[in-house]
């Protein structure tokens, strides 16, 4: 606005003294663009600030004390790398990271196949494709420690349905998913695919419509096979798209809690007892604060990792 | 006309402000779990009301989350709460980090002596520290303990009684040992009464928080386990993994493999509660605060039978539950709050504690001759103080607790490991956890 008072006044050859008073007020109270840019995203910025880069700078920091957040009176003591290397040398780490891998490859991986194989079904126009596009996208908007809590009901041997139908199928006889220490970690995965792999599925049919029908046409000029119009056109054009929910998928899976609390606990004997769930015993349950830290930072440096390594295979994708 | 109106309409605003304001100066916190004693408390607390004109406003925090947040309050020294009624464990870091102020003086200055008026179990565990001293931090409240419901009407069906006897050679009745106790927990598993299939108990498996220990523990107090050497709480090596506790422990697994219902690995309080009100087995591991809940349950009250923790050879134990009553040090109402804890010591508040549902552990109310009689479960209740032991109370318990959670719940339910490596790798754990703290510095 000021900007374009001071270059019509400009233009009509005015000197800055012989400009409108009015015009030199606005100057006086006008922001530059920088000054206004700063404005506008000085909040956000504050905030990321104070709630994410502030407490993991904190949380770097504390991985290499002695802190315990249940003895406020105790002096911080710089311990060095004494957490981590407590840490590599446990075996507890590596019984939580395979338990962790295990969740979230087969999580994510049986979520892209499902979220994938619904997306191509639902690129079609069927009667009730409406009802059953908002059907599926339910899982995906409840709360994960509420999915946790009613699948508890579901998987309940004595008044849930799953075993009803188990049952019912193959004669299994009394058994528990929760409670069995082969079963738990297969229930959960079940648990997490059912609730996300809408959030795939959404995605991929993003992908799938923005696919041009002259491709399609060009390819049945060629007299290209299904399976070649979905190898050579479909599947390209899916891809960048279809990597951005995996790679969410792998990070969110990673972190999961919520779900996990509601529906097992850790259990049974730790058979579900992912990073998350130990970080948190750590630092709210057993109070050792500099080790919990460390052992988040642990969990965030591989997230980060194969977030980063991910990304850039995501870049040449997107190039190609 | 129109001056008076608003000059009427400005004092009336001043005096309810004025009044609101006295009011909520007048006023304590008393943060607790959010259970049944709980309601009872607040009941109760009107009368201290009426007393003294001080309100009584209540933080209660469910289970799962009330040790998180109380000690999210503490740590931050935080004034949410005036009084807490806190776990018999914390009272260890409550002393020792500053979070409850010491009642000792008080006490005496007020004419509550703890080991004459009260039960000596609860007050070791809920108001001394260190143990054995003359330091006191906090008032027994909630007694509780564990304890066992079973379905009097099916241990009275004649035809059970005949198949239990011909099969066990002993009558069918509230078990006095383990051992009787396994033998009914099988013969009730999978049987069909009143046309339903029943199972024989349920016990406490959690892995969250500190269920499963609970229920191991009681097991273990009556195989007369010791945590430490006697003379050295810190010496653990062949006490907590000894023969007799490997033997409780592989007992207590023994029961979760004959004798539960499907899916019973993840039970504490509630997972019980619900087991037995339902009439899905015959007798139940639970607290006693819990009891007046089922007496009063329209589907099992009028049946339901109690009894203390079994023993084993000779020995015989219960693991304590409950909670004192401590004043915050962050509080600015420390005066309100030593009055309330004051007015709860009386007699007969206690009586009348009792009465509401309450677990008083005062002499005058245990001791009262109707006491026995006044509910079905009274006398066990108060069998069961006299035999209560607690887990560890010192401030680092929460690790500890959570080692024994972490090997139990893997041995018993995850069927990981022996009885033995479970109980080596806690004490191994429990011996480094006192190293940090520097108890083995000499």
């Known amino acids: 606005m000021s900007n374009a008072t001071e270059s019509s006044a400009a233009r009509q050859g005015l000197r800055h003294e012989e400009r409108p008073a009015t ?8 922001l530059s663009d920088r000054a206004l840019s700063w404005l506008f995203i000085g909040p956000t910025i504050s905030l990321l600030l104070l709630i994410n880069i502030f407490p993991l700078f904190w949380t770097i920091y504390l991985s290499f004390t002695n802190y315990r957040a249940n003895i406020p009176i105790r002096p911080i003591r710089w311990v060095g790398l004494r957490n981590y290397t407590r840490i590599f040398e446990s075996n507890e780490i590596w019984h939580y990271l395979q338990i962790t891998a295990h969740f979230v490859v087969w999580s994510v991986l049986l979520e892209t196949i499902l979220g994938f194989a619904l997306a191509l079904l639902l690129n079609r ?34 008044v849930g349905v799953f075993n009803y139908i188990v049952n019912y199928l193959l004669n299994a006889g009394s058994f528990s998913m929760l409670s069995n ?13 059912w609730m996300w792999t809408p959030f795939i599925m959404l995605l991929c049919l993003a992908g799938l419509q923005s696919v041009p029908d002259a491709l399609y046409e060009a390819a049945e000029i060629d007299r290209a096979s299904r399976w070649q119009k979905f190898w050579a056109v479909t599947f390209p054009h899916v891809l960048p798209l279809l990597s951005i929910a995996v790679l969410f998928r792998a990070m969110e899976s990673f972190k ?24 948190k015993r750590a630092a709210f349950v057993t109070w050792k604060t500099g080790w919990g830290a460390a052992l988040a930072i642990v969990m965030f440096v591989i997230v980060f990792g194969a977030s980063a390594v991910f990304v850039r295979y995501l870049n040449r994708v997107s190039q190609r | 006309m129109r001056r008076i109106i608003t000059g009427t309409t400005c004092l009336l605003l001043t005096l309810m402000c004025l009044g609101s304001a006295s009011a909520q100066e007048k006023s304590i916190t008393v943060g607790w779990a959010a259970w049944d004693p709980a309601n009872a408390l607040m009941e109760l607390s009107k009368d201290f009301t009426k007393k003294t004109g001080i309100q009584v406003h209540g ?20 004034d949410t709460f005036d009084v807490l009624i806190g776990d018999s464990q914390w009272i260890g870091s409550g002393a020792e980090y500053g979070h409850y102020v010491e009642l000792s003086q008080f006490f005496k200055n007020n004419g509550i002596d703890l080991k004459k008026d009260f039960a000596a179990g609860p007050v070791h565990y809920y108001a001394q520290w260190p143990k054995g001293s003359d330091h006191y931090w906090g008032l027994p409240t909630e007694g509780d303990a564990v304890g066992w419901t079973y379905r009097k009407d099916w241990f009275a069906k004649p035809e059970l009684k005949k198949a239990f006897k011909q099969k066990y050679g002993y009558e069918l009745a509230p078990p006095k040992t383990w051992k009787q106790l396994k033998d009914i927990g099988e013969f009730f598993q999978g049987r069909t009464i009143d046309g339903k299939k029943v199972y024989g108990m349920a016990i406490y498996t959690k892995r969250p928080g500190d269920g499963i220990s609970q229920g191991v523990l009681s097991a273990m107090w009556s195989w007369g386990v010791s945590m ?37 690995g993840d039970n504490y309080m509630e997972a019980d509660l619900d087991a037995y009100t339902s009439g899905q087995v015959a007798m139940a591991m639970n607290f006693f605060a819990f009891f007046p809940g089922i007496s009063r349950n329209p589907n099992v009250g009028d049946v339901t039978g109690y009894f203390v923790t079994p023993g084993h050879d000779g020995h015989h134990g219960t693991q304590l539950g409950g909670q004192g009553m401590s004043v915050v040090s962050y509080s600015n109402k420390k005066k309100w709050a030593k009055e309330y804890v004051k007015w709860f010591s009386q007699p007969e508040v206690q009586k009348k504690w009792w009465e509401l549902g309450g677990y008083s552990t005062r002499k005058s109310v245990l001791n009262d001759p109707g006491f026995d009689d006044s509910e079905p479960y009274a006398k066990a209740f108060k069998e069961s103080m006299k035999i209560v032991k607690d887990f560890w109370e010192t401030p680092n318990y929460g690790e500890l607790l959570d080692t024994a959670q972490r090997h139990f719940n893997q041995y018993i339910v995850g069927g990981q490991g022996t009885a033995k490596e479970a109980l080596d790798a806690i004490v191994r754990d429990w011996h480094d956890s006192f190293e940090a703290l520097g108890k083995y510095d000499n």
């Open chain 1, 23 to 30: 015009a030199r007020r606005r100057h006086r109270w006008a």
């Open chain 1, 125 to 158: 126009k069927f009667r009730g494709h409406g009802l059953l596009s908002t059907l599926l996208v339910l899982p995906m908007l409840l709360s994960p420690a509420l999915v946790g809590l009613f699948w508890k009901y579901i998987f309940d041997p004595q």
């Open chain 1, 181 to 193: 220490p082969h079963l738990a970690p297969w229930a959960v995965v079940a648990v997490d695919v």
């Open chain 1, 256 to 279: 999961v809690f919520g779900l996990v609390m509601q529906l097992t606990g850790g259990g049974p004997g730790g058979a579900t007892e992912l990073m998350s769930v130990a970080v």
């Open chain 2, 59 to 78: 933080e209660f925090i469910p289970w799962p989350q009330f040790q998180q947040k109380v000690f999210t309050v503490l740590n931050s020294h935080g």
């Open chain 2, 228 to 264: 430490h050497a006697p003379d050295d709480p810190y010496d653990l090596q062949g006490y907590f993994n000894s023969d007799e506790a490997v033997d409780a422990l592989k007992f207590y697994k023994s029961l979760y493999d004959c004798c539960v219902p499907p899916g019973s």
